[in-house]
């Protein structure tokens, strides 16, 4: 198990067994309001995107166990004067304990990680990884069926530029699980991705239409259209509405399944689910906080 001083970059780079001691660190912080643990650190949140839960729940995170928080976000850091990612990082890491990143940029957290002597944990690059999210998923599920494996896992949306989707996919797809990839033609999963899941020998198998699958599904996670990854905008108009889930979707679904979605949502999922019992996303968020408390301890090793 090492955690300790460690960089979070991809959820590829974790084991069952680290992710087991990860949920249960977590489980300890699902009741603690707050401890000095971390007391006298300081985190550096870099983020170059917009944020709400991820930005948050780290700062709060961060705050229940007495760490200092600075945030820089990409409108008033000095990036938009034309300094490059280097440099800013080479301050944060000067200045700070603990970097945590989210950037447009495929692979700036790894870059990160390779020039900054403090861990760096990466909050979303690009259309590439939200490691510390998929975490929370997977712990969503373990949270509500006890288990992590033999589900019925259904994607819906947009899987081809969704970070956190991907992430999710290839995190459940460490155990034993059977995934439905349900998406319009054009946002399937992308090819390098589906390639190297097949190769892993994991059972997924592709979907354009949901109520062919509904009944099945033990899971349901549904992701937004990444309007902002869109190279052709008029490509995102054509694909605009082609997806979305209501109440009347999951009629033919499973009493136990559950709807989850890493938010924020758009128009791919209607407010009328909110009050079923279907619906996980939010607590899905709120486990943002004893979750990112428990990665942040481990990370300082400090006790719980
Ligand atoms: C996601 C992200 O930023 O990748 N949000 C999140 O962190 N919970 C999902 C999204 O923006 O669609």
Redesign the pocket.
Known sequence: MNWFNRDIITIENFSREELEHLFNIADKYMNIKFKDSLKGKIIANLFL?P?T??RVSFEVAAKRLGAEVVNVTGEYASIKKGESLYDTLKMLDSYCDLIII?SPIEGSAQFAADICEHPVIN??DGTLN?PT?AMIDLYTIKNTFNRLDKLNIGVYGDLKY???VVSFILAISKYDNKIYAISPEQLKIRNEIKDELLNKGVKIEEFTNLEHVISELDVLYV??L?KERFVDLAEYERVRGSYKLDLKSLEKSKPNMIVMH???RVEELTYELDSTSKQAYFRQ?KFGIPLRMAILSLIFGVEV
């Open positions: 995107e944020s839960r991820t989210r909050a979303g939200h999210q969704g970070r956190a992701t937004r990444q890493p938010l924020p968020a």
